[in-house]
Nanobody
Framework: QVELVESGGGSVQAGGSLKLSCEASGYSIDSYRCLSWFRQAPGKEQEWVVIIDRNIDSNGRTTYAESVKGRFTISQAKNILYLQMNSLQPEDTAVYYC?????????????????????WGRGAQVTVLS
C-alpha cells in the first residue's frame, strides 16, 4: 500500500521556523516523477509550494513558488521528504500536503497541476502567529 504521511506541523511566531516531514511507504520516494509540497490556506485554493520534477527533460529540477523562494528548502533522506520553512509569515498559514506521481507525465502535463498526482498525504497544519 502506497502512503505519504506528513508530520511536523504546528504553531510558530512570525519569523520562526518549522520543518515538515513526509514519510513515504510502499513506493520509493526516489522513483516519483513528480514529488511536491502543496498548501491550502483558509478560504483559498490549493497551491503548489515546491516541486521536484523527474520527468524526461526536467532532470530532477526543483522549483519553488515565488512566495517561498529563499525561505523554504526541500530535501530528502532515505524515504522521507522534508520541507524546512524559515522566516515564516502569517500568510504561510495553511495545511501543507505532500503529493507524488509515480508515472511519467503525459505530453503537455505539468507537475504544478494538482490533478496529475496519484498519492497525497493527509496534510499538516502550519499556523504562523503575528
Amino acid at each position: 500500500q502506497v502512503e505519504l504521511v506528513e508530520s511536523g506541523g504546528g504553531s510558530v511566531q512570525a519569523g520562526g521556523s518549522l520543518k515538515l516531514s513526509c514519510e513515504a511507504s510502499g513506493y520509493s520516494i526516489d522513483s516519483y516523477r513528480c514529488l511536491s509540497w502543496f498548501r491550502q490556506a483558509p478560504g483559498k485554493e490549493q497551491e503548489w509550494v515546491v516541486i521536484i520534477d523527474r520527468n524526461i527533460d526536467s532532470n530532477g529540477r526543483t522549483t519553488y513558488a515565488e512566495s517561498v523562494k529563499g525561505r523554504f528548502t526541500i530535501s530528502q533522506a532515505k524515504n522521507i521528504l522534508y520541507l524546512q520553512m524559515n522566516s515564516l509569515q502569517p500568510e504561510d498559514t495553511a495545511v501543507y500536503y505532500c503529493a507524488g506521481r509515480p508515472t511519467p507525465l503525459n505530453i503537455g502535463g505539468s507537475c504544478a497541476e494538482q490533478n496529475r498526482y496519484d498519492f497525497w498525504g493527509r496534510g499538516a497544519q502550519v499556523t504562523v502567529l503575528s
